[in-house]
């Protein structure tokens, strides 16, 4: 991709309305320039391989074909334009599959314009903008995983075990069978598991498992 002078942009934005909006932004922002605005993914991904711009404003709620799986597939076909969503969903776990999708930046639709040309200035020179918030609950979202991992190693092997077991389904009486424990002994370890990670049910007992492992993502 040559790059010039003038920062190339494609939208995929499904709202006219705002669309428009984003279009006028570009066009009366020097050094900026529309190459492409697009109302759903399906024709995003035919004609932006194409145009291969410098970046790309993806919105995820579009019709068919949402934001998030259209940036997966642009960069699967190595696409080298800059992809940053711009969005009004600010969940965690929207935020972390538009990153892990090839997204290098989030920002949230009520931003500035400012702020939004400040961001496709950054990510043009390599950054990787987010809005305030965003850049937030992403911070608040490592530091619980790394409480959640820090708890879960202050476990014995035997506890961790039993934790497992918990978070497959198992009753006490079927993780004592499995173990060859008593059933007051698996009290005891369940006990002691709950106060080491901060926990006073099984459900959240079981949360925190996951959490650690990364085999879900808790909504906040």
């Given amino acids: 991709m040559q790059r010039t002078n003038i920062i190339r942009v494609s939208i995929v934005e499904d709202d006219d309305r705002i669309r428009d909006l984003f279009i006028e932004l570009l066009e009366d922002t020097e050094g900026f320039r529309c ?121 014995t092997q035997r506890e961790y075990e039993i934790l497992t077991h918990l978070s497959e389904g198992l009753m006490y009486k079927e993780i004592a069978a499995k173990l060859f424990l008593s059933l007051d002994t698996i009290k005891t370890h369940i006990k002691n598991i709950y106060q080491k990670i901060h926990v006073r049910t099984r459900t959240e007992a079981v949360i925190k498992y996951y959490e650690s492992v990364h085999v879900i993502k808790k909504n906040e």
């Fill in 35 to 155: 190459v492409g605005a697009y109302e759903n993914a399906e024709l995003a991904l035919k004609d932006i391989p194409i145009k291969e711009p410098d970046l790309v404003l993806m919105d995820i709620n579009l019709p068919g074909i949402n934001g998030i799986e259209c940036v997966r597939t642009l960069k699967a076909n190595s696409l080298k334009s800059e992809i940053i969503m711009l969005t009004v969903y600010e969940d965690i776990n929207r935020i972390f599959d538009s990153l892990e999708a090839g997204a290098i930046g989030y920002l949230i639709k009520s931003s500035t314009d400012d702020e939004i040309i400040d961001a496709m200035k950054t990510a043009f020179r390599g950054g990787a903008p987010m809005s305030a918030q965003i850049a937030r609950k992403v911070v608040q979202s490592f530091r619980k995983k790394h409480d959640s991992e820090s708890e879960m190693e202050q476990l």
